[in-house]
């Protein structure tokens, strides 16, 4: 069973259906929750590196409130979205759970791990950064210009929001978007405009909001980012770095917001020698 294959599921949390993909096996029963990123739905987690994390753990990905096919209206605040991901990981049973947080979902986990620490036994924060973190709440209009960018030149707005304007950039992102493509049957409601300006709302906000003591953080925590990320600035990482003691930083060279896809076999074997530690 690889993750193009591998069948939806869901789970009710106060009426709403909350739809979900999980992979593989725990021999620690301590599984990956995968948080995603903004305008994501479950059709865009990387094949390869939930193929590569669940060769040896269970890992799950699910639809926030009101993304993809869960139903609800989607909250405009990171708080809520972590409120939801919380509940989430308790109606599926668990009391010990890996956070795997990319961007949008690298600030949810950073909430989670505030509010829930004993939910939480080790964490990796990619292409994220801490609340009030360096150009973040300028990020809507980034966003928005290469949305159209994409519309006009029918290509992924990612083709242009995650990956460098070179020959290594442009060959990572083709390779990626294709990968996103492989699963055939069975896919993910596509995420709606009105959706997306309240992911964007939120993290406007999570930029403007007061800065969180991130000190209190005691598990490991793995911190992971490309050195050109026109998204969340590298010096964001830089900062959880200095903020969180019990953390390592990996720096991609020549790479944006999407590192780990394009750096994904590296990625993954670095991450996976993080959880077994």
Known sequence: MNFKNVKTQSVNIGGTE????????????????????LSATMDDCDPRIIDGLASEYSIICFDNRGIGSTE????????????????????LGYQKVDLFGFSLGGFVSQEILLREPQLVRKAILAGTG???????????????KDVIKGKFTFRNEKFYLFFNRNANGR???????????????????????????????????????????????????LIVNGENDKMVPINN?????????????????DAGHGSIFQNHEDFVKKSLAFLAE
């Open 130 to 144: 801490p609340a009030e973190g360096e150009a973040i709440s300028k990020m809507t209009p980034v966003v928005i």
């Open 18 to 37: 909350f739809f979900y993909r999980k992979l593989g096996e725990s021999n620690s029963g301590i599984p990956i929750i995968f948080l995603n990123h």
């Open 171 to 221: 060959k990572a992102a083709k390779s990626y978007l294709g990968r996103l493509k492989e699963r055939k049957e069975n896919k993910d409601k596509a995420l709606k405009m009105k959706h997306l300006t309240c992911q964007l709302d939120a993290i406007k906000a999570w930029g403007l909001q007061a800065p969180q003591d991130l000190s209190v953080i005691k598990q490991p925590i």
């Open 72 to 91: 609800g209206t989607t909250p405009k605040t990171v708080a809520e979205m972590a409120t939801d991901a919380i509940a989430f990981i308790k109606a």
């Open 237 to 253: 990482s830089y900062e959880l770095k200095k903020r969180i003691k019990n953390s390592e930083l990996i720096i991609y060279k």
